[in-house]
């Protein structure tokens, strides 16, 4: 084993000792770390931020695209807004010793299903220096300790961000290797920490394709799938089409830079020729390049023509692809063959639609008359997210602090014996 191998090992097992201490912690510890926490990471605004304005100037250095580039910078209010996520995971029940179900045995014996943490949990990210703080605090409340390995584009953030919540973690009674940075920067620390069986419990990557496709291939730890975001929106036939122009606009144009931002645009055939210009205006009034079939191009010539690399692409900008279709079966269709499971959108007016949609369509999560960006585990009411899982085992969309957890099954007798 290599030094570095060596001291992401070193760092695993200090988080392994801290796991064991928070575990069975109090939520009146936990919730007065996590404001500590939020506290802090106020108080040192202005370390964290000169930290990062190294980041975003490294990243442009190196020609690293705008969408990423949003996602990597912090501003006054993204760093309120960190600190004001720590407080609502403060302020949310603790998932420990949940009882999930239970039961009495015919012969008396007393059956529970617990929840309890899973222990030490690692998450592999990019860019985004926001899931460092919220991934502390839901493991935090979860009741475990948590190993960040953030992309090297954030390293002098994430090593700022997490050198304050280590100490106020520390100031506030808990261990500081309940957070950890992971050492080193290249592939090779990420390999050490993928083969950590039985030290780490579980790995969470968020980011790209590449990264998502090389932890779920190469870890021996176990490993809860976050996916990319080819999210769609399908107009049908019985659609308010006020409505449905205001809902794609929202999904294409609020935030293109994440996960849950509209990539594709599906409309039913009925109501294309009345639709297709208004909404294509409106999309190009906003700077969205449009990617179409034969027939949207029809209605603007002007919009590039759509290939199979625009039905399956996660933009993270502002490109839509667009296209006409015969029925709801036929764009649902299109979104089991290109979507990556994670959310989907139906607008319609139409009950038997909206149901026919939701059994269907085979994604994570599921809209009906509202945007794709509703799925976010803050407005979803959980705090924060630790990731959008589109994976269907354990855990299913936005992970808040339930799927943080594992379970015991604890049995109560009397002297119960097995005859």
Same mark, same amino acid.
């Given at each position: 084993m290599n030094s570095l191998a060596e001291d992401v090992r070193a760092t695993a097992v200090r988080?392994?000792?801290?796991?064991?201490?928070?575990?069975?912690?109090?939520?009146?510890?936990?919730? %007065?770390?996590?404001?500590?926490?939020?506290? !802090?990471?106020?108080?040192?605004?202005?370390?964290?931020?000169?930290?990062?304005?190294?980041?975003?100037?490294?990243?442009?250095?190196?020609? $690293?695209?705008e969408a990423i580039v949003d996602r990597l910078a912090? $501003?006054?209010? %993204?760093? $309120? !807004?960190?600190?004001?996520?720590?407080?609502?995971v403060a302020s949310l029940d603790d998932p420990v010793g949940e009882v999930v179900r239970g039961r009495v045995l015919p012969n008396g014996l007393e059956l529970r299903q617990v929840r309890?943490?899973?222990?030490?949990?690692?998450?592999?990210?990019?860019?985004?220096?926001?899931?460092t703080v919220d991934a502390a605090g839901l493991c935090l409340k979860s009741g475990n300790a948590v190993l960040l390995r953030g992309s090297a584009s954030a390293l002098r953030t994430n090593t700022a961000l997490i050198a304050v919540l280590r100490e106020a973690a520390s100031a506030a009674?808990?261990?500081?290797? !309940?957070?950890?940075?992971?050492?080193?920067v290249d592939h090779e620390s990420v390999k050490a920490l993928m083969r950590l069986r039985g030290i780490v419990d579980v790995l969470i990557p968020r980011g790209g394709a590449g990264l998502i496709r090389t932890v779920v291939e190469e870890s021996t730890v176990p490993v809860i799938e976050t996916g990319v975001g080819n999210c769609h929106v399908y107009v049908d036939v019985d659609a308010d089409l006020d409505q449905a122009l205001a809902i794609v606009l929202n999904a294409k144009t609020q935030r293109v830079s994440v996960c849950n931002s509209a990539e594709t645009l599906l409309v039913h055939a009925g109501v294309a020729e009345i639709f297709l210009p208004r909404v294509l205006a409106a999309l190009g009034d906003a700077?969205?390049?449009?990617?179409?079939? @034969?027939?949207?191009?029809?209605?603007?010539?002007?919009?590039?023509?759509a290939t199979d690399e625009d039905w399956?692409?996660?933009?993270?900008?502002? @490109?839509?692809?667009?296209?006409?279709?015969?029925?709801?079966?036929?764009?649902?269709?299109?979104?089991?063959?290109?979507?990556?499971?994670?959310?989907?959108?139906?607008? $319609?007016?139409?009950?038997?639609a909206s149901r026919r949609f939701i059994a269907t369509c085979d994604s994570a999560a599921i809209m009906v008359n509202a945007s794709t960006r509703f799925t976010d585990g803050e407005r979803f009411g959980f705090g924060a997210e630790i990731g959008i899982s589109t994976q269907k085992l354990h855990a299913r969309g936005p992970m808040g602090l339930a799927e943080l957890t594992s379970a015991t099954w604890v049995g109560v007798g009397d002297g119960h014996l097995v005859v």
């Open positions: 988080a392994r000792q801290a796991a064991a201490v928070l575990a069975p912690l109090s939520r009146a510890d936990k919730d %007065r770390a996590l404001h500590a926490m939020a506290d !802090a990471v106020l108080a040192h605004g202005e370390t964290i931020l000169e930290a990062n304005v190294g980041d975003v100037v490294g990243a442009r250095g190196t020609g $690293t695209s912090l $501003t006054a209010d %993204r760093l $309120t !807004a960190m600190a004001d996520g720590l407080r609502q309890v943490p899973l222990g030490v949990v690692g998450i592999i990210y990019e860019a985004r220096p926001n899931v009674g808990l261990p500081a290797d !309940a957070v950890a940075l992971v050492p080193g700077g969205v390049t449009v990617h179409g079939d @034969d027939m949207v191009r029809s209605h603007d010539p002007s919009a590039r023509p399956a692409a996660e933009y993270l900008s502002l @490109d839509m692809a667009v296209r006409v279709v015969d029925s709801l079966d036929d764009a649902v269709a299109h979104i089991r063959r290109w979507g990556s499971g994670h959310t989907e959108a139906i607008v $319609t007016r139409s009950l038997a």
